[in-house]
């Protein structure tokens, strides 16, 4: 069965950082991307950032780049969100998600339907 757990959140005030994992289970991470989204109260899904398991590739929205990091750690079966200079507009709940590896196909890793298995999120609160 494919599980993916997400831990990290938490309350930060604005300007700190957070590291989010996503810990998976029940499938070979080689073959998949990793993708991130989040959800603010009353907005739709948004897309965070995305990794490419199979050569590392990863890409970033306009709102994170420069703030956010995502790596991956295969040998762990283990996804890392590292979120620095966080703002309140950053308050959502964090969902990792797993599909198919994209390869050149990038702007798969956008969209939330290339995603097959989703965990369960984690809240994540900026104060001001």
């Known amino acids: 069965e494919v599980q993916l757990v997400e831990s990290g959140g938490g309350l930060v005030q604005a300007g700190g950082s957070l590291r989010l994992s996503c810990a998976a289970s029940g499938f070979t991470f080689d073959d998949y991307a990793i993708g991130w989204f989040r959800q603010a109260p009353g907005k739709e899904r948004e897309w965070v950032a995305c990794?490419?398991?199979?050569?590392?590739?990863?890409y970033y929205s306009d709102s994170v780049t420069g703030r956010v990091t995502i790596s991956s750690d295969n040998a762990k079966n283990t996804v890392v969100l590292q979120m620095n200079s966080l703002k309140p507009e950053d308050k959502a709940v964090y969902y990792c998600?797993?599909?198919?590896?994209?390869?050149?196909?990038?702007?798969?890793?956008?969209?939330?339907?290339?995603?097959?298995?989703w965990g369960q999120g984690t809240q994540v609160t900026v104060s001001s």
């Open positions: 998600a797993a599909g198919t590896d994209y390869g050149s196909r990038w702007y798969l890793g956008l969209i939330a339907e290339s995603y097959a298995a």
């Open positions: 990794i490419s398991s199979s050569d590392g590739s990863t």
